[in-house]
């Protein structure tokens, strides 16, 4: 693989908790990853990016770091992460870290030493009185310790914000980089990205940050071909590209197609506007269809309102799921089809709908707790993976997963669609294998062929035509190569996404 592999790279986002348990204990590990590893390269994948796998209290599923040098005792060993390192490259698969630069968790050693030593608080934001800043999982953002002072934390209590003014906070995470790049991670992904710096008065996107990720991209490139890749959530695009400059991060997550429903104009105006704003960084655009925090596809697409939001998640209104699904198959394809990396979060190759129904007293999202459950929180996208089997756990692992599956997912094991050539993992592998071999790099052109249609062809001659109008729609001339669900009469059929190679 190339120096510029990340550039057109189909990364799978493995959550740990969730995806394979390996020792039988209920929770997903680094055992049960490794002996997965001929699934995901039989998937075609090129790079893995795991959640954080770090020891933590999992206040916040991982996202609350204890120790940024370690791995947590239930998902494994450092030496087992390690193996599991060799292993993916061995199968020429990357690995990509998720690194949390913004808030620690109250376990560190760090904070512990904060709270007994009021002259070791600089690494943290200690105040004698709090603002009135409110967390983004709900409630004050800030939390009295027993001599008086606060403290700021932007999600949970259990995760104090470090200060990025501070310079020791810089030479700690710089520190964690080589630590992990000597390990033989390949990058990192880079949590809340843009919320480093803080003012009196905003913490969100402060010029100050882009000298972090500057430093950074130096240590990468000291490297090689190491990648950064940033989540940063901002509505503007032209400060979001800002990110993406030569000699800052390589990539960062694209939500607003993420966010996008689908309605043919809108996911037009923001291929467009990813295109355009990205050409003049010269960064890869990234095409993100769901991960470990929003609405499930299947679920979303079947709604009356297709587009994600945050706050209530539509938590519980109807959805039409063999609309959604069939939407999610299109989708796929399109997404697919797009100039630049894609993103695939677990559980999307078997079409898992989002879980709406788990009893609330075995909701462990923070989100929920914090919002006294008017946000049912994240849970519903984290249920763990059906593999094989006819009943719960379906070979996840021991009996009892740390959230039940429903019985439902009978019909979704890998195994079972494994078989099944129209199932949704066959549509994944085999998209993945011909996005590979027939798309290459290169820009689009867009055909004109209606308004309810996206239709765009690559420089590599492949063409791409989902249908979003109410009726089937002739296709244009070419070879069939892949279609996400059955043609009528040879037309294409609403909510359906065909690639084709031009007959020349
Ligand atoms: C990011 C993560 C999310 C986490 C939050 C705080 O948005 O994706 O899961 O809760 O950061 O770390």
Not at 25 to 40: E, K, N, S, T
Not at 311 to 316: Q, T
Not at 469 to 495: E, H, K, N, Y
Request: charged letters at 25%; proline letters at 8%; glycine letters at 8%.
């Amino acid at each position: 693989m190339s120096h510029t592999w990340w550039r057109g790279a189909a990364i799978y986002q493995v959550y740990l908790r969730s995806f394979a348990d390996g020792n039988g204990d209920g929770v997903g590990d680094l055992a049960g990853l490794r002996a997965r590893l001929p699934y995901l390269k039989d998937l075609g994948i090129d790079a893995i990016w795991l959640n954080p796998w770090y020891p933590s209290p999992m206040a916040d599923g991982g996202y609350d770091v204890a120790d940024y040098r370690d791995i947590e005792p239930v998902f494994g060993t450092l030496a087992e992460a390690e193996k599991f390192i060799a292993e993916a490259h061995e199968l020429d698969i990357k690995v990509i870290i998720d690194v949390v630069p913004n808030h620690s968790s109250t376990a560190s050693a760090w904070f512990r030493r904060a709270l007994t030593d009021r002259t070791a608080r600089d690494r943290f934001w200690f105040r004698d009185e709090p603002n009135d800043w409110q967390s983004i999982f709900g409630g004050p953002a800030w939390t009295q310790v027993p001599d008086g002072q606060w403290y700021l934390h932007l999600f949970a209590p259990e995760q104090p914000d470090f200060n990025w003014a501070n310079e020791e906070v810089h030479q700690e995470f710089e520190d964690v980089l080589r630590f992990w790049f000597d390990k033989g991670v390949d990058g990192v992904r880079i949590d809340s990205a843009a919320l480093l710096f803080k003012s009196a008065t905003a913490y969100e996107d402060l010029d100050e940050v882009h000298d972090v990720y500057r430093r950074w991209r130096r240590i990468a490139d000291e490297y090689g071909d190491r990648i950064l890749i940033g989540e940063v959530w901002l509505p503007d695009q032209e400060r979001f590209t800002r990110y993406l400059r030569p000699d800052e991060l390589h990539t960062a997550f694209n939500f607003d197609f993420l966010s996008c429903p689908w309605d043919p104009a809108e996911l037009r105006r923001v291929i467009d506007l990813t295109l355009t704003t990205h050409a003049p960084v010269g960064a890869p655009p990234t095409w993100v269809l769901s991960n470990h925090d929003v609405t499930r596809p299947v679920t979303r697409y079947g709604r009356a309102d297709t587009a994600f939001a945050h706050g209530g998640r539509l938590h519980g209104a109807p959805s039409d799921l063999e609309l959604g699904y069939r939407r999610a198959r299109a989708a796929a394809l399109l997404a697919m089809a797009l100039p630049g990396s894609l993103y695939v979060y677990q559980g999307e190759e078997l079409g898992l709908p989002e879980v709406e129904d788990l009893p609330d007293e075995l909701r462990q999202d923070p989100m929920y707790a914090r919002s006294q459950g008017a946000n049912p929180g994240r849970d519903g996208c984290r249920v763990p993976l059906p593999w094989a089997g006819e009943e719960p756990p379906f070979g996840f692992g021991g009996p009892h997963p740390w959230l039940p599956q429903p019985e439902s997912w009978r019909k979704l094991t890998a195994e079972a669609q494994q078989a099944d050539l129209g199932s949704m993992l066959n549509l994944y592998r085999t998209g993945l294998r011909l996005r590979r071999e027939l798309l290459g790099d290169g820009s689009l052109s867009w055909l004109p062929l209606g308004d309810g249609v996206l239709a765009f062809i690559r420089s590599s001659g492949l063409i791409c035509v989902t249908n979003l109008g109410p009726g089937p729609i002739p296709l244009p001339p070419g070879r069939t190569v892949l279609a996400s669900g059955p043609m009528a009469d040879g037309d294409l059929p609403p909510d359906t996404t065909v690639w084709l190679t031009s007959l020349e």
